[in-house]
């Protein structure tokens, strides 16, 4: 994108504070949402197949759909941040709901908060504040032709091309067999598409705000296209987050899907709008020093948090073992008596559950 006319400085400003202040608000409603929705899959979990190993029961659940409407204010207060805003601004403040998610999962969900922990938030939003003040100011494509443009470059074809074909690889191949124990694999499915959810969301939500100021662009085919490639991506992210949330820790989910979708945004936007066009090497770096803080925080909020265990522990407990004894003369008995369980006359049964 061109750098704006000296005039506009002024208007630049205040996109970018409203955009800050809209993405602030979304990431508290995100936050909650995740501690909302981790409690709805652990009812639906204990009442019937786990999300994590396929199962749809969460969507009977009522929590889990409040949780749900929390997600989507958040995310509505996000996509209008992205109206206003570049999204090397809006994405990283993204950190901020993992903050509200660690403090509330502290208090509901008994996933304990050390000290460090705590260092680890303040960390977020001190390289949340200096991503602020040193965002680059973007100008507003004038109709999404332009945009469209923008996103049939040769180089964000190319990030495109790769964002998909590595997304196909995680859920084709590594999901069904290493995504119970690689937390890397549905997260990394999310933040992939989830850099190709912004920028279609991105280029929706200016459309719809040159059609609000008069300037119609739902005449445009470029319009629905990006607002049918913003639904697919969004349902395949929250199919694979649920996955996640519900096989992880919600404090290893949390950071680790931060800093993969962040940075994995910001590449994607400077390749499709060009965001530090016309930026001061100074304010670059600045941005950079204020990820790099926030994502400092995330690893130290994770590295001094509890961790649940991979898998069900109603599942893969064993049952205490039920010794037969086969008599010679084809009759069973029941003794256990401690030094005959060398004996190869003897079969223990367990769950069959146990060996999967």
Known sequence: MTPAPPNAGGDLFAANLTGALLAVASSAFIGVSFIVKKKGLRRAGAAGTRAGVGGYGYLLEPLW?????????GEIANFVAYMFAPAVLVTPLGALSIIVSAVLAHFILNEKLQRMGVLGCVLCIVGSTVIILHAPEEETPSSV?????????????????????ISLILMLHCAPRYGQTNIVVYVGICSVIGSLTVMSIKAVGIAIKLTIEGINQAGYFQTWLFATVSATCII???????????????????PIYYAMFTSLTILASAIMFKDWSGQSIS??????????????????????REHDPTLSSDLYTPLPPIYWHIQGNGETGGKQKEDDLLSGDFITVVRQDYFV
């Open 236 to 254: 395949i992210q929250l199919v694979y987050l649920n996955k996640a949330l519900d096989t992880f820790n919600t404090a290893v989910v949390s």
């Open 65 to 73: 759909w409040v949780g749900m409407v929390t997600m989507l204010i």
């Open 283 to 304: 304010s670059i770096a600045s941005e950079i020093c204020g990820f790099l803080t926030v994502l400092t925080g995330t690893v130290v909020l994770h590295s001094t």
């Open 145 to 165: 032709v332009q945009i469209w443009h923008l996103a049939t470059q040769p180089a964000f074809l190319c990030y495109a091309a790769s964002a998909l074909a």
